[in-house]
């Protein structure tokens, strides 16, 4: 059984279906950690008696605050779940190898700094792409850098805008972390 902290920056979409989907499993979703107080995710999570942790830029990369209280929680495992910041270097060597992505392009295409959301669909739409996707990865060092676990494509026909394939990678994502994360977890055991 695995102890799991998802990380979460705005609205939630991501992080409520995989509570959802876990809500019955042998896995644990211990805490939600957000970073931003008016988050739709931190009215969300209690509602499945997932307690939010509400941390600061300083409690993340000045102290140890969140550290600590990722320890203390005895976390196996933490999951991104449409966080932006990059998780500091003592976080990810402790957790090496047990930080999970999702990223809403087929990466490397449309990754890095800045690459996130709308960003990420007005590029590919500019770009003229004929297939976007999502990538779910381990996490390292850089922005959407680590070792790809898996990857699910979408078709985009001429009259698709940004935000009609922001619904289509939205599908994506919910019909495939939670299962991608279940057998990351299984791998572990």
């Known amino acids: 059984m695995a102890r799991i902290a998802i990380f979460a920056s705005g609205s939630g979409t991501n992080a409520i279906t995989i509570i959802k989907n876990f809500l019955n499993s042998k896995n644990t979703i211990v805490s939600l950690y957000c970073n931003n107080p008016s988050a739709q995710v931190v009215q969300k ?32 495992v933490i999951v991104l779940a449409g966080f932006l910041w990059l998780l500091p270097p003592p976080i990810i060597a402790s957790f090496s190898g047990r930080i999970i992505n999702i990223h809403p392009s087929l990466l490397p295409k449309y990754g890095g700094k800045g690459m996130y959301g709308m960003n990420v669909h007005n590029a590919v739409i500019q770009n003229r ?33 940004a935000r009609s394939l922001s619904k289509k990678v939205q599908a994506l994502e919910h019909e495939h972390y939670s299962p991608v994360i279940a057998h990351f977890l299984d791998t572990l055991q």
């Open 45 to 76: 999570a209690p509602l499945y008696s997932v307690p939010v942790v509400l941390f600061s830029h300083s409690d993340l990369y000045d102290s140890d605050v969140v550290h600590a209280k990722l320890c203390t929680d005895k976390i196996d």
């Open 129 to 161: 792409e004929k297939e976007s996707g999502i990538t779910i990865h381990m996490v390292d060092e850089k922005y959407d850098n680590g070792s790809i676990l898996f990857q699910a494509k979408c078709q985009i026909t001429p009259f698709d805008t």
